[in-house]
Protein backbone atom coordinates (compact mmCIF):
# COMPACT_ATOMS: atom_id res chain seq x y z
CA UNK A 1 0.00 0.00 0.00
CA UNK A 2 1.74 3.34 -1.19
CA UNK A 3 1.06 5.71 1.59
CA UNK A 4 2.67 8.60 -0.69
CA UNK A 5 1.65 8.49 -4.16
CA UNK A 6 3.21 11.04 -7.07
CA UNK A 7 1.05 10.35 -9.85
CA UNK A 8 3.08 12.26 -12.22
CA UNK A 9 6.51 10.32 -13.05
CA UNK A 10 7.75 12.78 -15.08
CA UNK A 11 7.45 16.75 -16.20
CA UNK A 12 8.88 18.93 -18.30
CA UNK A 13 9.06 22.80 -18.33
CA UNK A 14 10.14 25.76 -19.73
CA UNK A 15 13.01 28.00 -18.20
CA UNK A 16 12.07 30.65 -16.27
CA UNK A 17 8.11 29.44 -15.69
CA UNK A 18 6.54 27.46 -12.86
CA UNK A 19 6.78 24.02 -12.27
CA UNK A 20 4.25 22.09 -9.83
CA UNK A 21 4.91 18.64 -8.85
CA UNK A 22 2.39 16.98 -6.89
CA UNK A 23 1.90 14.54 -3.82
CA UNK A 24 -0.97 12.62 -2.39
CA UNK A 25 -1.01 10.79 0.98
CA UNK A 26 -3.43 8.23 2.56
CA UNK A 27 -2.88 8.27 6.01
CA UNK A 28 -3.92 11.32 8.15
CA UNK A 29 -1.84 10.62 10.91
CA UNK A 30 1.24 12.69 8.87
CA UNK A 31 1.75 15.63 10.18
CA UNK A 32 5.05 16.48 8.75
CA UNK A 33 6.05 16.66 5.28
CA UNK A 34 9.69 16.99 3.37
CA UNK A 35 10.65 17.57 -0.56
CA UNK A 36 14.16 16.10 -1.38
CA UNK A 37 15.70 16.65 -4.63
CA UNK A 38 18.07 13.70 -6.51
CA UNK A 39 20.63 14.32 -9.07
CA UNK A 40 21.76 11.36 -10.33
CA UNK A 41 24.88 9.48 -8.58
CA UNK A 42 24.34 11.63 -5.57
CA UNK A 43 21.80 10.97 -2.46
CA UNK A 44 18.99 12.81 -2.56
CA UNK A 45 19.50 16.38 -0.49
CA UNK A 46 16.53 17.84 1.29
CA UNK A 47 15.03 20.87 0.07
CA UNK A 48 11.95 21.99 1.94
CA UNK A 49 9.72 21.13 4.88
CA UNK A 50 6.12 21.55 6.20
CA UNK A 51 4.64 20.99 9.44
CA UNK A 52 0.73 20.35 9.11
CA UNK A 53 0.24 23.34 11.42
CA UNK A 54 0.85 25.55 8.36
CA UNK A 55 -0.68 25.96 4.79
CA UNK A 56 2.58 27.32 3.09
CA UNK A 57 5.68 27.28 3.25
CA UNK A 58 8.46 29.35 1.27
CA UNK A 59 12.28 28.96 0.92
CA UNK A 60 13.32 31.14 -2.17
CA UNK A 61 12.21 29.91 -5.45
CA UNK A 62 10.50 26.97 -3.80
CA UNK A 63 7.24 26.51 -1.94
CA UNK A 64 5.43 24.09 -0.44
CA UNK A 65 1.62 24.11 -0.11
CA UNK A 66 -0.31 21.59 2.12
CA UNK A 67 -4.02 21.13 1.54
CA UNK A 68 -4.80 19.04 4.74
CA UNK A 69 -8.33 18.31 4.15
CA UNK A 70 -7.57 16.75 0.61
CA UNK A 71 -4.16 15.08 1.99
CA UNK A 72 -2.39 16.84 -0.80
CA UNK A 73 0.52 18.66 -1.14
CA UNK A 74 2.74 20.29 -3.81
CA UNK A 75 5.83 21.81 -4.71
CA UNK A 76 6.26 25.46 -6.41
CA UNK A 77 9.61 26.40 -8.47
CA UNK A 78 9.59 29.82 -9.70
CA UNK A 79 10.82 30.76 -11.87
CA UNK A 80 12.27 27.12 -12.72
CA UNK A 81 16.16 26.81 -14.10
CA UNK A 82 17.91 24.18 -16.27
CA UNK A 83 19.97 23.00 -13.16
CA UNK A 84 16.54 22.49 -11.61
CA UNK A 85 15.90 19.08 -13.72
CA UNK A 86 16.55 16.54 -11.09
CA UNK A 87 14.14 13.76 -9.59
CA UNK A 88 12.05 15.24 -6.65
CA UNK A 89 10.36 13.27 -3.64
CA UNK A 90 7.80 13.88 -1.32
CA UNK A 91 8.21 12.56 2.09
CA UNK A 92 5.76 11.92 5.04
CA UNK A 93 6.07 11.19 8.61
CA UNK A 94 4.01 10.65 11.92
CA UNK A 95 5.86 12.65 14.25
CA UNK A 96 3.77 11.25 17.06
CA UNK A 97 5.24 7.76 16.41
CA UNK A 98 9.00 9.28 17.71
CA UNK A 99 10.82 7.16 14.95
CA UNK A 100 10.78 10.30 12.06
CA UNK A 101 10.47 7.67 10.06
CA UNK A 102 9.92 9.13 6.72
CA UNK A 103 7.64 7.48 3.59
CA UNK A 104 8.91 8.26 0.24
CA UNK A 105 6.75 8.86 -3.17
CA UNK A 106 8.25 7.56 -6.22
CA UNK A 107 9.82 10.55 -7.43
CA UNK A 108 9.03 13.08 -10.31
CA UNK A 109 11.65 13.59 -12.85
CA UNK A 110 11.73 17.62 -13.36
CA UNK A 111 13.45 18.70 -16.85
CA UNK A 112 13.75 22.08 -17.40
CA UNK A 113 14.39 23.03 -21.06
CA UNK A 114 16.42 25.88 -21.67
CA UNK B 1 29.67 16.29 0.95
CA UNK B 2 26.91 15.98 2.92
CA UNK B 3 28.70 14.44 5.94
CA UNK B 4 26.95 11.24 5.82
CA UNK B 5 29.45 8.46 4.43
CA UNK B 6 28.37 5.46 2.65
CA UNK B 7 31.07 2.55 1.48
CA UNK B 8 31.73 1.16 -0.97
CA UNK B 9 29.79 3.10 -3.77
CA UNK B 10 29.38 0.14 -6.39
CA UNK B 11 29.57 -3.32 -5.42
CA UNK B 12 28.83 -6.59 -7.75
CA UNK B 13 28.10 -9.95 -6.25
CA UNK B 14 26.84 -12.88 -7.57
CA UNK B 15 23.71 -14.68 -6.35
CA UNK B 16 23.68 -16.32 -2.86
CA UNK B 17 26.25 -14.56 -2.14
CA UNK B 18 26.43 -11.95 1.64
CA UNK B 19 27.63 -8.29 1.22
CA UNK B 20 27.90 -5.69 4.26
CA UNK B 21 27.39 -2.07 3.29
CA UNK B 22 28.38 0.24 5.62
CA UNK B 23 27.27 3.82 6.46
CA UNK B 24 29.01 6.81 8.92
CA UNK B 25 26.61 9.11 10.18
CA UNK B 26 26.80 12.60 10.22
CA UNK B 27 28.65 13.85 13.42
CA UNK B 28 26.55 14.27 16.26
CA UNK B 29 23.40 12.35 14.69
CA UNK B 30 22.44 9.55 16.52
CA UNK B 31 19.82 8.34 14.35
CA UNK B 32 20.39 6.29 11.20
CA UNK B 33 18.26 5.18 8.59
CA UNK B 34 18.33 2.32 5.92
CA UNK B 35 16.91 2.98 2.36
CA UNK B 36 16.67 0.97 -0.39
CA UNK B 37 15.43 2.14 -4.20
CA UNK B 38 15.12 -0.19 -7.19
CA UNK B 39 14.43 0.74 -10.50
CA UNK B 40 11.81 3.18 -11.26
CA UNK B 41 11.09 2.61 -7.54
CA UNK B 42 10.42 5.55 -4.67
CA UNK B 43 12.47 5.44 -1.27
CA UNK B 44 11.80 2.23 0.31
CA UNK B 45 12.14 2.08 4.15
CA UNK B 46 14.33 -0.45 5.49
CA UNK B 47 15.08 -0.01 9.09
CA UNK B 48 16.32 2.75 11.25
CA UNK B 49 18.45 2.78 14.60
CA UNK B 50 18.70 4.92 16.94
CA UNK B 51 21.67 5.25 19.32
CA UNK B 52 22.38 1.49 18.71
CA UNK B 53 18.83 0.12 19.39
CA UNK B 54 16.40 -0.79 16.46
CA UNK B 55 13.68 1.99 16.64
CA UNK B 56 11.45 1.21 13.78
CA UNK B 57 11.57 -1.53 10.83
CA UNK B 58 10.22 -1.56 7.60
CA UNK B 59 9.84 -3.81 4.40
CA UNK B 60 13.04 -5.72 5.18
CA UNK B 61 13.55 -9.01 4.18
CA UNK B 62 14.34 -11.76 6.35
CA UNK B 63 17.68 -11.99 4.82
CA UNK B 64 18.67 -8.71 5.46
CA UNK B 65 19.61 -7.47 8.71
CA UNK B 66 21.43 -4.32 10.28
CA UNK B 67 23.31 -2.91 13.51
CA UNK B 68 24.54 0.01 15.10
CA UNK B 69 27.74 -0.10 16.49
CA UNK B 70 28.32 1.71 19.78
CA UNK B 71 30.92 4.66 17.20
CA UNK B 72 27.17 5.13 15.66
CA UNK B 73 28.60 3.77 12.48
CA UNK B 74 26.17 1.38 10.62
CA UNK B 75 26.26 -1.64 8.88
CA UNK B 76 23.59 -3.61 6.62
CA UNK B 77 24.22 -7.15 5.52
CA UNK B 78 22.49 -9.22 2.79
CA UNK B 79 22.52 -12.74 2.95
CA UNK B 80 21.38 -15.27 0.00
CA UNK B 81 21.52 -12.50 -2.95
CA UNK B 82 18.93 -12.54 -5.56
CA UNK B 83 18.65 -10.75 -8.95
CA UNK B 84 16.01 -8.31 -7.56
CA UNK B 85 18.24 -7.14 -4.57
CA UNK B 86 20.18 -5.39 -7.44
CA UNK B 87 19.32 -1.56 -6.06
CA UNK B 88 20.85 1.55 -4.74
CA UNK B 89 20.87 1.50 -1.01
CA UNK B 90 21.12 4.77 1.14
CA UNK B 91 21.50 5.42 4.76
CA UNK B 92 20.74 8.50 6.31
CA UNK B 93 21.06 10.55 9.47
CA UNK B 94 19.36 12.78 12.01
CA UNK B 95 19.59 14.22 15.24
CA UNK B 96 17.56 12.57 17.87
CA UNK B 97 14.65 15.65 16.89
CA UNK B 98 14.96 16.81 13.16
CA UNK B 99 13.34 18.22 10.31
CA UNK B 100 14.63 15.61 8.28
CA UNK B 101 16.90 13.48 6.86
CA UNK B 102 20.77 13.94 5.33
CA UNK B 103 21.48 11.59 3.29
CA UNK B 104 24.24 9.73 1.97
CA UNK B 105 25.22 9.05 -1.39
CA UNK B 106 24.47 5.47 -2.18
CA UNK B 107 25.67 2.35 -2.18
CA UNK B 108 24.55 0.76 -6.43
CA UNK B 109 24.66 -3.09 -5.60
CA UNK B 110 24.24 -5.43 -8.62
CA UNK B 111 23.85 -8.90 -8.49
CA UNK B 112 24.88 -11.16 -11.14
Known amino acids: DQQVKQNSPSLSVQEGRISILNCDYTNSMFDYFLWYKKYPAEGPTFLISISSIKDKNEDGRFTVFLNKSAKHLSLHIVPSQPGDSAVYFCAASDSTSGTYKYIFGTGTRLKVLA | DSGVTQTPKHLITATGQRVTLRCSPRSGDLSVYWYQQSLDQGLQFLIQ???????AKGNILERFSAQQFPDLHSELNLSSLELGDSALYFC???????????FGSGTRLTVV
Open chain 2, 49 to 55: YYNGEER
Open chain 2, 92 to 102: ASSPSVGSGYT
